[in-house]
Every structure is written in structure tokens, then in C-alpha cells.
């Protein structure tokens, strides 16, 4: 008999969410953190609470015999939505959404931008980072700009619903990550790579109740779980109707050829690799787990277009920003005295306060002038005292 309890939506937070302690000081014997921000917070209640276990999953870092991580090889079927994302593209052009800068997400990327190379070594992908887990209208904005780059097929790494439909939308087509997006989002959505959690759970959770966790030494590592598709950890779901069969029969094959072999069950990084720098990575010989937990880098067919900010966005208080299409920047200029900005893209949205109203730098809005004064004038950083 196990008895279990979900809480969602915990923040990344400093200081640390409580429910890691909560749960620790209630005697759990297991407590699982599902996303990377939760790591040092669970590493630091492990020291606490020696006597739960604490499985931290896309971690990648080390702690206390009753800490571990774990994950998915992912990777793996994302090396096959790049290789049917390539084959499908009628322009050669490819784009990556993605959202946080970590080993677990280069790694992602990475794979599928190797699976693309595979299938059209002449292929490009653009990457560009929101910075962010969720963030629906910096994504939108981002997937509009793809498109004018001529990107037709994009995979969208954040898991997010709205990116699908908004891709779709623009006349692009997409790769999923984590769920089945095609039965939501529509036949647009190529196919996705899926976990099965079941994989990695259970065999942790058996450990826990035998009282071995500990010892564990995995291929990966000490207390590192890392199964992928060999036991059903990580898959590719269903084709949409808008692969074409051939391209199918495809991708049927290279599975066959790429998911066996290899240190890791795969053969996806086991081959001549050199990265976006023109830095050689691999001479042919088959990456270490060791390296790919801590890879921070994108193969040569990429063009990384760093983090992006919504126009306007983050440039502090009463300032408008100007999106550089050339660097996928954002500069940051101050409104005018007395005026407020919109978050917008050009010095005409900061816009003049009016009659009565005043706006100081410290000030996001238009304050109406107080008793005793008024503003005789637009775009006033002051009200006059009455005569």
C-alpha cells in the first residue's frame, strides 16, 4: 500500500518553496522534484532530512547518499523529430524554441539537430531561447520571427500548447516534446517525444522501500537514473497525416539503425561532431554519459541566436525597447520626461501624460495632480501649486 501526494505549480523561489522541508519533516519516505529550478532547495532539505529520499528529476548535480537525479533519454527521440522535421521541410530551414539554458535542454536540442543533419546535411536550424519554462507572448513573437526567417518546421521545447497553434497559424508545421500535441494542437504537429515516467519511478521507488537507494551505481552514475528507449522511458508517438509515408518508412528505418548499439542503447551522439564554434567535439567515438549531462553547446548547423526579450520587456521602469532583428537583441532606451511607455518598439509609444497629470522617473504610470495643485500642461513631471 503506497500513499502519495502532488503539489503543483511550486515556484522557483529564494528562499526555497517549503514543501521540500514540509515533506521531509512529515517523514516521506520519497519526494520528487519534477523541473530544474527545484535542485539546490532539494539538495539542501536532503541535508536536513536524512531520512527521506530525495529524487530530483533533470537534475545533474551530486549531494547526500539520500539525494539523487534522474531522467529520461529524451534525446533519443528527439534525434527522430529532427530527422522527420528535416525530411518534411520544403525550405531547408528548421527553428528551436527553447527555454532554459541547461545541460538537459542543449542536450535536447542538440540530438534533434543531429537527427535533422542525418537526414539533409545541408540543413539550417535557428535557435532562440526565451529564458523561460513558460512564457506564451515572448514565444508568439519569437515563432513570427522564425517564420521570416524562412523556418517551415519548428520544434517547440517548452511543452506548451499555445506554441503549437501559433506556429500553425504562421504556416508552419512542428515537433512536440513531453505529450502527444498532435491530439490538441492538431495535424500540424509532426509527431513528439514522450516520456513514460513509469520507467524511472518505479525502479527508484523500489530502492527506496529495500532500503538500497544509496548504493545504487547506474550507468549514468552514482544515484543517477537515466533509462531511455529500450525499456519504454522515452518514445515517439504517431505520425501526423502530413508525413508523408515515404518519409515514415523513413524514419522507421533510421530508428532501426541509431536506437541499439552505442554506450547507451543509441548511437545518436556516436559519430563525427563538431559544434556551432567550430570546435570538434567528438572525432566519431560515442559520447560518455558523463559529457552529455554537462553538454552546454549546439552542433555545427546551427545558428544560436541567444535570449530573446519582448520588445519592451525587462528595460526597467518608464523605458520603451527597440528589438534589433539583425542580433535578436533588445536595447533599452529612457522614455522622455513626463511621458509613460507602452512596451512598445518605437519612442512614439512612450507616451505624454495629460492635463493634470504628471510622471516622474520613478513612476510607471500617470498620477493625477494631488488637492491644491494642477498641470496646466501635457507631459508634466510636475503639478503647480494652486495660486
Known amino acids: 500500500h503506497v500513499v502519495t501526494k502532488i503539489k503543483e505549480n511550486v515556484p522557483f523561489s529564494d528562499p526555497c518553496d517549503p514543501i521540500f522541508t514540509t515533506w521531509g519533516s512529515q517523514g516521506f519516505d520519497l519526494v520528487v522534484g519534477t523541473s530544474s529550478g527545484y535542485q539546490d532547495c532539494m539538495i539542501s532539505a536532503a541535508a536536513q532530512y536524512p ?92 515563432l513570427s520571427q522564425l517564420r521570416s526567417l524562412d523556418v517551415d518546421v519548428v520544434n517547440v521545447r517548452s511543452g506548451i500548447l499555445t506554441g503549437h497553434l501559433v506556429a500553425s497559424q504562421l504556416g508552419m508545421m512542428s515537433t512536440g516534446f513531453s505529450s502527444d500535441f498532435r491530439m490538441v494542437a492538431g495535424e500540424s504537429v509532426l509527431v513528439s517525444a514522450t516520456y513514460n515516467w513509469g520507467a524511472l519511478y518505479t525502479p527508484v521507488a523500489l530502492l527506496v522501500l529495500n532500503h538500497t537507494f544509496a548504493e545504487y551505481v547506474g550507468p549514468a552514475g552514482v544515484r543517477n537514473w537515466w533509462p531511455g528507449w529500450d525499456v519504454g522511458a522515452s518514445a515517439l508517438t504517431d505520425f501526423s497525416f502530413m508525413v508523408p509515408p515515404a518519409v515514415a518508412t523513413q524514419v522507421e528505418e533510421e530508428t532501426r539503425r541509431v536506437m541499439h548499439g552505442g554506450l547507451h542503447g543509441d548511437t545518436v551522439f556516436c559519430r563525427p561532431i563538431t559544434d556551432n564554434t567550430g570546435q570538434q567535439i567528438s572525432d566519431g567515438a560515442c559520447l560518455e554519459d558523463s559529457v552529455l549531462l554537462s553538454m552546454m553547446w549546439l552542433p555545427s548547423a546551427t545558428l544560436d541566436h541567444g535570449q530573446w526579450i519582448l520588445p519592451g520587456r525587462a528595460c526597467g521602469t518608464r523605458t520603451f525597447g527597440i528589438f534589433n532583428l539583425s542580433s535578436f537583441s533588445t536595447t533599452c532606451f529612457p522614455c522622455p520626461p513626463g511621458t509613460i511607455s507602452l512596451n512598445s518598439d518605437d519612442v512614439s509609444y512612450c507616451v505624454g501624460c495629460p492635463k493634470g497629470t504628471y510622471a516622474t522617473a520613478n513612476m510607471t504610470h500617470c498620477t493625477a495632480c494631488p488637492a491644491g495643485s494642477y498641470g496646466a500642461v501635457a507631459n508634466a513631471t510636475e503639478c503647480l501649486p494652486c495660486p
Not at 93 to 121: D, H, N, T
Not at 124 to 130: D, Q
Open 51 to 142: 531520512n527521506t529520499t530525495f529524487l530530483h528529476v533533470s537534475g545533474w548535480k551530486t549531494a547526500t547518499p539520500n539525494f539523487g537525479v534522474g531522467y529520461a533519454r529524451l534525446y533519443q527521440p528527439m534525434y527522430l523529430a529532427g530527422y522527420t522535421a528535416a525530411l518534411v521541410s520544403q525550405t531547408g530551414v528548421l527553428g528551436v524554441v527553447a527555454p532554459v539554458q541547461i545541460p538537459e535542454i542543449y542536450r535536447q536540442i542538440s540530438a534533434w539537430v543531429l537527427g535533422a543533419m542525418a537526414a539533409r546535411p545541408d540543413i539550417t536550424v535557428h535557435v532562440a531561447w526565451t529564458g523561460s519554462w513558460s512564457d506564451t507572448p515572448l514565444e508568439g513573437f519569437m
